[in-house]
């Protein structure tokens, strides 16, 4: 069992930094596949950034370029440093775990979530 708990959100203008924070449970960090989604009101919840156990990393293309994924094994966190914020990347942005085993954009090949944290860009 893996429990993520992410932290960092906030109320930021647009053009500003945010860098979100996840700590997860157990000992195993090190194999997982982690990644990013967010959820906007309304909206699906969609793929932002991912990061494999071998370092190897994934960005949707609405964030590349301006968002990084980054773990750090010896502490069990994953961070994501967005930057050049936008309105529309406001959300609900979720710390996702799984096993690293396929594909790394779909929901499903996620096993455990975090409750989420939210991240509102002013225009």
């Known amino acids: 069992q893996v429990q993520l708990v992410e932290s960092g959100g906030g109320l930021v203008q647009a053009g500003g930094s945010l860098r979100l924070a996840c700590v997860a449970s157990?000992?195993?960090?090190?194999?997982?596949?982690m990644g990013w989604f967010r959820q906007a009101p309304g909206k699906e919840r969609e793929f932002v950034a991912a990061m494999r156990s071998g370092g190897r990393t994934a960005y949707a293309d609405s964030v590349k370029g301006r968002f990084t994924i980054s773990r750090d094994n010896a502490k069990n966190t994953v961070y994501l440093q967005m930057g050049s914020l936008k309105p529309e990347d406001t959300a609900v942005y979720y710390c996702?775990?799984?096993?690293?085993?396929?594909?790394?954009?779909?929901?499903?090949?996620?096993?455990?979530w975090g409750q989420g944290t939210q991240v509102t860009v002013s225009s």
């Open positions: 996702a775990a799984g096993w690293d085993l396929g594909v790394v954009n779909p929901k499903s090949s996620y096993n455990y």
């Open positions: 157990g000992r195993t960090f090190s194999t997982l596949l």
